[in-house]
């Protein structure tokens, strides 16, 4: 495999990146990088640990970095998860306040762990933080029992000053979205299996209405609404297929729709064979909506699906 | 009368599927079947995952029916999580 870090890559502007991964040889990780500067996405990041954890170090090659940002990469600790030496010398800091470095989580008391102290970590009033560890912890969740990976979720964050802005990646090595949910369905193509995992009440688990006693299709569903609603970027990868949810300018009016081709996306097949599931998403602070309101609108359009679902099972009379 | 203080089993963000599973199987059915009212006390909950909350009562409304509802009281949740437990209450029935 073979991977190469650019100047550039987070939601907005992923698609070269992903088309640039070169997923042939999978028993080795050769990872490569622009020569002056590296800002990219911590999905880029779990992606590579994703990769890599699997691999003995002796099989992973990473060229000497020279860009002036590489001490971020040691930092988020690529270089300690994929068990090899960058080189790169950094004084350690606290890091409260700016981001989550790269973590591995195999099972649910990991999880509850790590989403009790991520929260200090990133110093994140309470009305931020609610969304967050809800987001998290749903994705996180749906790799513990559908991935089927022994190397669970990867994940990591960022806060990012700027744009006021974390932003979130998370990453599995697992089955992949259209293995699981061909357990109930027959997704015919990667984005086809996107699709349906995005949409409420769809999951690999039962086709039953009201799911099962674990599983309604509903926690890739919540967080592409919030994604929506707060007008964050979100995209999903799995297979040879992604789905980006765009931004929607300020201003234009809120809409969430059961279909998520129905939203302002893009998406794209036949990219490098990502075998598992990518999740990113980006959380502005910034915003007004109260996650509270939130539940109302995903909750009426939920609702709403599951109604429309049951009834078109509905015997119909005959006339004779 | 059973009270069931959640917060003891989930810390202040209740997200823990398994745990759901114990207190759904281990306290809430056997007590609804002594007829037994329940209150699941939400004190101290700051959140909940909506999968949480499934995880913890969707399986009754399915075995027991909508009815059961009545012999729950979901005791000081916060706004948010009131709004949760109202769309698993929701979709569970409209399902039904």
Request: charged share 25%; net charge positive; hydrophobic share 40%.
């Amino acid at each position: 495999m073979k991977i190469h870090l650019p100047n550039s890559a987070f939601i907005g502007n992923i698609d070269p990146f992903l088309r640039s991964f070169d997923s042939r040889e999978p028993d080795r990780l050769e990872i490569t990088a622009n020569k002056k500067w590296i800002s990219v996405h911590p999905l880029v990041l779990s992606m590579i640990a994703a990769l890599g954890i699997g691999l003995q170090p002796q099989n992973i090659y990473c060229e000497r970095l020279e860009a002036r940002s590489k001490h971020y990469l040691e930092r988020m600790g690529l270089f300690r998860m994929l068990r090899i030496s960058s080189g790169i010398r950094i004084t350690e800091h606290e890091p409260a306040g700016r981001f989550i470095p790269i973590s591995k989580i195999t099972t649910s008391e990991e999880l509850t762990r790590f989403i009790t102290e991520m929260v200090p970590l990133l110093h994140l009033e309470p009305k931020h933080a609610e969304p967050l560890r809800y987001i998290i912890s749903e994705l996180a969740r749906n790799v513990l029992e559908h991935a089927d990976s022994e190397k669970g979720a990867i994940i990591c964050a960022q806060y990012y000053k700027k744009s006021n802005t974390i932003r979130i990646g998370i990453a599995d090595t697992g089955v992949g979205i259209r293995k699981t949910i061909n357990n109930a369905y027959d997704a015919k193509t990667d984005l086809d299996a996107i699709r349906l995992a995005l949409t409420p009440g769809i999951t690999g688990t039962t086709r039953m209405g009201g799911g099962t006693e674990f599983n309604v299709g509903a926690g890739l569903f919540f967080i592409r609404s919030i994604a929506e609603a707060n007008r964050d970027f979100f995209m999903i990868y799995s297979g040879d297929a992604f789905y980006k949810l765009l931004k929607k300018r300020q201003g234009t009016r809120q809409h969430l729709f059961a279909d998520p081709l129905r939203n302002k996306h893009s998406s794209e097949e036949h990219l490098p064979h990502w075998q598992g599931t990518v999740v990113g998403i980006d959380i502005s602070l910034d915003t007004n909506e109260e996650f509270s309101n939130l539940l109302d609108l995903i909750k009426d359009i939920f609702v709403k699906t599951i109604r429309e679902r049951k009834k078109k099972t509905f015997r119909r009379p005959r006339f004779a | 009368m059973t009270r069931i203080t959640l917060q003891d089993k989930t810390g202040p963000f209740a997200e823990n599927k398994d745990i759901a599973r114990d207190i759904r199987v281990k306290m809430i059915l056997p007590a609804l079947s002594e007829q037994e009212e329940v209150i699941l006390d939400f004190e101290g909950i700051e959140g909940a995952t909506q999968s949480f909350i499934h995880a913890l009562i969707s399986d009754i409304i399915r075995k027991k029916g909508p009815e059961t509802l009545d012999r729950i009281v979901f005791k000081n949740c916060n706004g948010t999580v009131q709004k949760i437990i109202s769309t698993v209450t929701e979709y569970m029935q409209e399902s039904g």
